[in-house]
């Protein structure tokens, strides 16, 4: 069994933790033994009693972390402190978006330890069992973030998104029909919003429009696009394809087009955005207005509901983290194509075609 390490995560709003205590009992009762970083639950409302409770090892500081493991699973993508004490011999397992992110694709390599996203891992079925549970929440968020900066105190066109009698209902436009995209969906239509969805797969828009009828659906071409985004008040952009950069749908030209105080929230920030031009904010500044339009794009948006994230995260990593603790990396073919950087060279093709 490989020694497998939690540590806190670093990155600015981020409360999230790997896995939860509940997931650990497993991992332990399966003769895994877990290390933790002090204090790396706390911000997901589990104090580090609730982990020695269940057998896993509490150590005080990153560099004991690091040096004790083999295995690193962490939320998001090592920053500069992580980055110091990772090691040739370690397995990194995490979120990392390599394709909008070469510098770390280069310091990986540089490493020569190998690293597993887990945005890339995919199910028998062709899903993203690692990726969608972070999808869901971002899909929703995107929604109750737009609807709060909408308020005439955050800077926004003063609408509510659902209306009220006598008064118009707001207008929400989402681009792209995947899993962030139609919990987006879910959400803008549970508070009354119009709202409308676009996306290149007819099929995904036929099974949205079958579950939700006054869904307003459209094939994503870009005369439609900047239509509909121009009487918008909010606009999600959900837009994601697997292990790449995410394309551009919302142009320059067409947020000029946009009413002013209306917003965008870009959700695929952490594969560089959809949304062209738009720059990454954060927890503390959370968004920003260019050309009269307030844009928000947080890479970590679910790291803003950290125990519910944690718990669901949490869930569906920790069988794939006892598969790799169990040293199943080689045999497990859905985890062996989801390597991106082993031995100080990029192994997955998709990414060296993203990096050309």
Same mark, same amino acid.
């Given at each position: 069994?490989?020694?497998?390490?939690?540590?806190?995560?670093?990155?600015?709003?981020?409360?999230?933790?790997?896995?939860?205590?509940?997931?650990?009992?497993?991992?332990?009762?399966?003769?895994?033994?877990?290390?933790?970083?002090?204090?790396?639950?706390?911000?997901?409302?589990?104090?580090?009693?609730?982990?020695?409770?269940?057998?896993?090892?509490?150590?005080?500081?990153?560099?004991?972390?690091?040096?004790?493991?083999?295995?690193?699973?962490?939320?998001?993508?090592?920053?500069?402190?992580?980055?110091?004490?990772?090691?040739?011999?370690?397995?990194?397992?995490?979120?990392?978006?390599?394709?909008?992110?070469?510098?770390?694709?280069?310091?990986?390599?540089?490493?020569?330890?190998?690293?597993?996203?887990?945005?890339?891992?995919?199910?028998?079925?062709?899903?993203?069992?690692?990726?969608?549970?972070?999808?869901?929440?971002?899909?929703?968020?995107?929604?109750? +973030?737009? /609807?709060? !900066?909408?308020? &005439?105190?955050? %800077?926004?066109?003063? @609408?509510?998104?659902?209306?009220?009698?006598? $008064? #118009?209902?707001? +207008?929400? /436009?989402? !681009?792209?029909? &995947?899993?962030? %995209?139609?919990?987006? @969906?879910?959400?803008?239509?549970?508070?009354? $919003? #119009?709202?409308?969805?676009?996306?290149?797969?007819?099929?995904?828009?036929?099974?949205?429009?079958?579950?939700?009828?006054?869904?307003?659906?459209?094939?994503?071409?870009?005369?439609?696009?900047?239509?509909?985004?121009?009487?918008?008040?909010?606009?999600?952009?959900?837009?994601?394809?697997?292990?790449?950069?995410?394309?551009?749908?919302?142009?320059?030209?067409?947020?000029?087009?946009?009413?002013?105080?209306?917003?965008?929230?870009?959700?695929?920030?952490?594969?560089?955005?959809?949304?062209?031009?738009?720059?990454?904010?954060?927890?503390?500044?959370?968004?920003?207005?260019?050309?009269?339009?307030?844009?928000?794009?947080?890479?970590?948006?679910?790291?803003?509901?950290?125990?519910?994230?944690?718990?669901?995260?949490?869930?569906?990593?920790?069988?794939?983290?006892?598969?790799?603790?169990?040293?199943?990396?080689?045999?497990?073919?859905?985890?062996?194509?989801?390597?991106?950087?082993?031995?100080?060279?990029?192994?997955?093709?998709?990414?060296?075609?993203?990096?050309?």
């Amino acid at each position: 069994m490989m020694k497998t390490g939690i540590p806190k995560e670093t990155m600015r709003g981020e409360g999230r933790v790997a896995l939860v205590p509940a997931d650990c009992k497993m991992l332990v009762e399966a003769g895994c033994h877990v290390c933790i970083e002090k204090g790396a639950g706390v911000n997901s409302g589990y104090p580090d009693a609730d982990y020695e409770s269940v057998g896993v090892e509490v150590l005080n500081s990153p560099e004991a972390l690091y040096a004790e493991v083999a295995l690193v699973v962490k939320v998001k993508q090592p920053l500069e402190r992580d980055l110091k004490y990772l090691r040739a011999d370690h397995l990194l397992f995490s979120y990392l978006h390599l394709a909008a992110d070469i510098p770390l694709i280069e310091r990986l390599c540089d490493l020569g330890l190998t690293a597993i996203p887990f945005e890339a891992v995919s199910s028998d079925e062709g899903g993203h069992p690692l990726l969608a549970p972070m999808s869901a929440i971002a899909g929703r968020l995107s929604v109750i +973030r737009g /609807a709060r !900066l909408l308020f &005439g105190t955050s %800077g926004g066109r003063g @609408v509510l998104l659902g209306g009220v009698d006598g $008064a #118009e209902r707001g +207008r929400v /436009a989402v !681009l792209g029909a &995947g899993v962030a %995209g139609s919990h987006a @969906v879910s959400t803008a239509l549970g508070l009354e $919003a #119009e709202v409308h969805v676009f996306d290149l797969n007819e099929q995904r828009l036929a099974d949205l429009k079958q579950r939700y009828p006054e869904l307003i659906t459209h094939l994503s071409e870009p005369d439609v696009v900047a239509d509909v985004c121009a009487q918008a008040d909010l606009v999600v952009g959900a837009v994601m394809v697997a292990g790449r950069r995410a394309p551009v749908v919302l142009t320059h030209e067409m947020i000029g087009g946009m009413l002013e105080g209306s917003i965008i929230v870009d959700i695929a920030i952490d594969q560089g955005g959809c949304v062209d031009g738009i720059r990454v904010t954060d927890a503390e500044e959370l968004a920003y207005s260019s050309q009269g339009v307030i844009h928000s794009a947080v890479p970590n948006m679910p790291g803003a509901v950290p125990r519910t994230a944690s718990q669901s995260l949490s869930a569906a990593v920790a069988p794939y983290v006892q598969r790799l603790a169990e040293g199943a990396l080689a045999s497990d073919a859905n985890l062996q194509a989801a390597v991106a950087v082993s031995g100080g060279r990029v192994v997955d093709p998709v990414l060296k075609e993203e990096m050309r």
